[in-house]
């Protein structure tokens, strides 16, 4: 079965501080994808940033960067510098590579950011 | 280029009424996708169709609901009967079978 965890509920943090969201796969598959999507509160998703499992480069764009690790099957996402803008609920999911490509998500996590 | 189309934004229905949710898919894809998020919670998956086909509907409530994506016009996510527990945010997302699946705005189901 396949299953994504984002153990951080919520998280409050003061403007300019960088922050990390934790999150944690299982599958069985051996290629699969991985996801973060924003969802700021006007509710619309934003994809943020997709990772192949054969590619286990980390990846930084401009204040974001993603940590992916297939040995503890974990892709954390941190944000450096933090702004108010940042404030949003992220979400983490895994799709597999076969079958019919449906997502799993995690259950979010509500980051604030205080000014 | 037109994004994922969802509509209406936001639904008012009284309970025992019938909601009818639109998705138009992103112009080139093929495959559509519709997750619920119940307020506080993460996407759940629904259903997968493709062009007059469903391919995956293991998420969907064995009753009062139903999906169809038509050769012509929009995919159709119809709740019958419905009840409060269905208030929730309802997205479709399209793509293709290789690509990341972009979402719509969602459809805001509120059951009085």
């Known amino acids: 079965a396949q299953k994504v965890t984002q153990a951080q509920t919520e998280i409050s943090v003061v403007e300019k501080e960088d922050v990390t969201l934790d999150c944690v796969y299982e599958t069985r598959d051996t290629t699969y994808y991985l996801f973060w999507y924003k969802q700021p509160p006007s509710g619309e998703l934003v994809f943020l940033i997709r990772?192949?499992?054969?590619?286990?480069q980390n990846e930084i764009s401009g204040r974001y960067s993603w940590n992916f690790q297939k040995s503890t099957s974990s892709f954390n996402f941190t944000i450096t510098a933090s702004q108010v803008v940042d404030s949003a609920v992220y979400f983490c999911?895994?799709?597999?590579?076969?079958?019919?490509?449906?997502?799993?998500f995690g259950t979010g996590t509500r980051l604030k950011v205080l000014a | 280029n037109a994004g994922v189309m969802q509509n209406p934004r936001h639904l008012v229905r009284r309970r025992g009424q019938e909601a009818r949710l639109r998705c138009s898919p992103m112009?080139?894809?093929?495959?559509v996708y519709w997750y619920r998020q119940l307020p506080e919670e993460g996407l759940k998956f629904m259903v997968y169709l493709q062009k007059e086909n469903i391919i995956d509907e293991s998420g969907m409530p064995k009753e009062r609901f139903s999906a169809e994506f038509p050769k012509e016009g929009p995919s159709i996510l119809r709740i019958q009967q419905v009840v409060r527990g269905d208030s929730a945010a309802y997205f479709c997302?399209?793509?293709?079978?290789?690509?990341?699946?972009?979402f719509g705005p969602g459809t805001r189901l509120l059951v009085l």
């Open positions: 990772r192949n499992s054969f590619d286990e």
């Open positions: 112009k080139g894809h093929s495959h």
């Open positions: 999911a895994l799709r597999g590579a076969s079958g019919t490509y449906k997502y799993i």
């Open positions: 997302a399209s793509g293709t079978e290789q690509e990341t699946q972009y």
